[in-house]
Structure formats: C-alpha cells, structure tokens
C-alpha cells in the first residue's frame, strides 16, 4: 500500500466530495493501491475493501481511533476510543468465491457481495426491494429437494438463514461495536460504515489543513506546495508562531 502525501489526500478528497459514498470509497482505496486496476478493486468483497481502508486508515491517523457515539435509549455521548486491532476479524484468510448455505429442504450458493451491487442497488425504491435484488445478485442457484427453483420462492427463514451466512463469510463488512451506556447501563450493538467513517476523517482533516495553508500562506506568502511538503512538527511550529 503506498503511503499518501498531504497533497495526495487533498487530492483524494477533493475528488471525493462529488462521488457517491461507494464511489468515494473506491477512490481513496485507488489511490493506496495504483497498481490494482479499478476494475479489480471493485469486485473486491466488501469486507476485503474495508480491511484495505482499515489499513490506509492506520496509515494516514494512526492506530487508535476515537468518535462519540449517541445511546439509543437515553442520549447519552459516549467517547469511543478503540484500536484498529479491535475493527480486524479473528479469522484470516481469503473468502472463496462460492459459498453455501442450508436448512431445511433448501440449498442455496451463493458469492460475496462487493461495491458494484452496492452501486446496482443504491437507487432502489424501498429497503425490501434492494434486499431482494442484492439476493438475486448473489444467489448463484438455488435448490429445494435436490430441483432448481427461483428466488421468489425462497421462504423467510431461509433468506435470513442466508444473511446470517454472509455476515459469517465476509466479517469484515458488517463492523459491529458492542457498547454500553455507562448512563443507563443500555447495552447495544453499534454499526460501524468503515468507509463512510474514514472520509469523515478525512473531510474534517482536509477542512483543518486547508485552513493551515490559508493562515500561513497569507502571512509568509508561501506556496500551497511548499506548506504542505513541511513535516507535520515544523507546520506546527510555524503556525504557533503566527497565533502567538
């Protein structure tokens, strides 16, 4: 993975701030990794992109990460501060390319899903109708009693039989922090959008350093280049100079 320059970050954001979420998340995870072809990351699984954003995220911010987060129940903030060891599955490996799931008289295969149904899906009118049409992207066949049938015939039990299967086969795309309202002693699990949380990163560090280079280019008339390719220590200092 190729470490970013400040200018190569500013980059990346500015590109991304016209992008759609699944979008974006592919541009910052081009630029870590030029020498994969779009087309290869986009079919990545979503939990093999999210372990590489994990990554370009420890990279650029460091091994810890903080947020608040609300509490559900009663409103409570809670100051989260967590180590990307902690958002990493204990399993390792590669996913395989087909996986299986059954119960009852049904058996279904399946893939993994990756950004390019995210994008197939994005625009659907309901939540039930992009479930339904993520599944029937993923569904490779499905069997009841040994005979091939269609998706609309896929029971209840067994479509949630099959979420749950997914979630275990690719971890790494559904992050879920269980947390604890020291408040009200609420207990939940937290979903965490990995993708959506690092440009927030980003964004509000992109704002911070814009507003860096403003300061000290209006007071020494130096060029955007120049301030950004000082190390992060001298940029401090310099701008603690002209705060006073």
């Known amino acids: 993975m190729d470490t970013l320059s400040p200018s190569n970050l500013l980059s990346i954001w500015e590109r991304g701030l016209a992008q759609p979420p699944v979008e974006r998340a592919l541009t910052m995870l081009a630029a870590a990794l030029p020498e994969v072809p779009p087309d290869t990351l986009a079919q990545l699984t979503i939990g093999q992109r999210n372990a590489y ?7 650029m911010l460091g091994s810890r990460l903080t947020g608040v987060v609300v509490c559900p129940h009663c ?14 599955p204990t399993s390792a490996g590669e996913p395989a390319e087909i996986f299986t799931a059954d119960t009852d008289r049904y058996h279904v295969q399946f893939r993994l899903p990756n950004s390019l149904d995210l994008v197939a899906i994005r625009n659907s009118a309901t939540v039930e109708a992009a479930r339904q049409r993520l599944l029937s992207r993923l569904a ?8 091939e049938i269609s998706l609309e015939h896929l029971p209840e039990n ?10 275990q086969a690719d971890p790494q795309a559904d992050t879920r922090l269980a947390l604890d309202c020291p408040a009200c002693r609420h207990e939940w699990l937290a979903a965490l959008d990995i993708a959506a949380f690092l440009w927030s990163e980003l964004h509000a560090w992109a704002s911070r ?6 300061l000290l280019a209006a007071t020494y008339g130096w060029r955007e280049a120049d301030i950004l390719a000082l190390s992060t220590a001298r940029r401090e200092f310099y701008l603690e100079m002209v705060r006073g």
């Open 53 to 59: 954003l994990l990554a370009l995220r420890e990279q």
């Open 75 to 88: 409103g409570e903030q809670l100051e989260l501060d967590l180590s990307m060891a902690d958002l990493r």
């Open 140 to 147: 490779l066949r499905i069997e009841r009693d040994g005979e």
């Open 158 to 167: 067994v479509v949630a039989t099959l979420a749950e299967r997914l979630s």
């Open 209 to 214: 350093i814009l507003r860096d280079v403003h």
